[in-house]
């Protein structure tokens, strides 16, 4: 059945042949439970980032893992999930390595010219990780400090432009940039509220400041040219948001 459909696709669409045939998957293998081999559904994401993505023995678990696997499922489609660094997502994405990126990550003007992104399925905070007898109390007595971030997440960009690179330090992850504030390389840290969370409550001594940096949108991001899948798979995150599905996974990891 899948090779009749092929040769009628190849009609039709000759150059589209190729890409539906190799990506879904092998013609010709069937096995006795299940005739079709389900395609698979690449996500690339950097698994140091509780709640949305971390590991828990050998799997990637967390927020973004699950949403993924339920649009997998919803699509008939397997996840896989590759776990890189957070600055080779998007380049990832470009060149088609992977078919999208989830990574709690923000929608950003900057981003958009490279990737497109989907329906924003939760929201993220930057904020500021301090020691609990700093002297910096808000986001202003920032300006003359030593500032920890992640490279190349929203936290380093939007620090990056308002403080000045000499006054930035970029870590390969957040679990990093929190240990050179515990030993006093920075002085705070800039990164977004939930792995702030997790990171201030693993490390004695620390906080999180009251008032926040900067209100963002998470979503996932999709290559421009492959518009077919990122229709396919917003389609089925829009109706895991709407029947409750996502709000459902967001409780299970964030309690209120
Ligand atoms: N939300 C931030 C960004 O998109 C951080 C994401 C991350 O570190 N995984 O840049």
């Known amino acids: 059945m899948k090779k009749f459909l092929c040769v009628l696709l190849a009609v039709a669409m000759l150059a589209l042949t190729f890409v539906a045939c190799s990506k879904g998957g092998s013609t010709e293998d069937t096995t006795a439970a299940d005739d079709t081999a389900k395609e698979t559904l690449v996500m690339a994401t950097n698994a140091e980032f509780p709640p949305y993505e971390y590991h828990e023995g050998d799997a990637i678990v967390g927020i973004d893992a699950e949403i993924a696997q339920a649009i997998a499922d919803k699509l008939g489609m397997e996840l896989k999930i590759e776990d890189v660094a957070f600055d080779s997502i998007i380049p990832g994405v470009q060149s088609k390595k ?9 929608v950003n003007e900057e981003r958009l010219k490279s990737v497109d992104f989907s329906t924003s399925y939760a929201k993220g905070v930057q904020v500021v990780i301090v020691k609990e007898d700093s002297d910096i109390k808000t986001v202003d007595d920032i300006k003359d400090k030593k500032i920890g971030v992640q490279t190349s997440t929203t936290g380093d960009i939007y620090a990056t432009d308002d403080f000045g690179e000499d006054h930035i330090t970029k870590y ?26 997790s990171y201030v409550e693993a490390n004695e001594g620390l906080k999180i ?37 996502v709000q459902k996974i967001v409780d299970k990891y964030i309690k209120a």
Request: charged letters at 30%; a negative charge.
């Open 209 to 245: 400041l009251e008032t926040n940096y900067v209100e963002e949108e998470y979503a996932i991001c999709f290559n421009k040219e492959n518009t077919e899948l990122r229709d396919k798979v917003n389609g089925a995150l829009e109706e895991l948001i709407k029947d409750g599905t």
């Open 172 to 197: 390969d992850n957040g679990a990093v940039a929190v240990q050179a504030l515990v030993s006093g390389k920075v002085d705070c840290v800039i990164i977004d509220n939930e792995p702030a969370k």
């Open 98 to 106: 992977y078919d999208m990126g989830m990574a709690g990550m923000t």
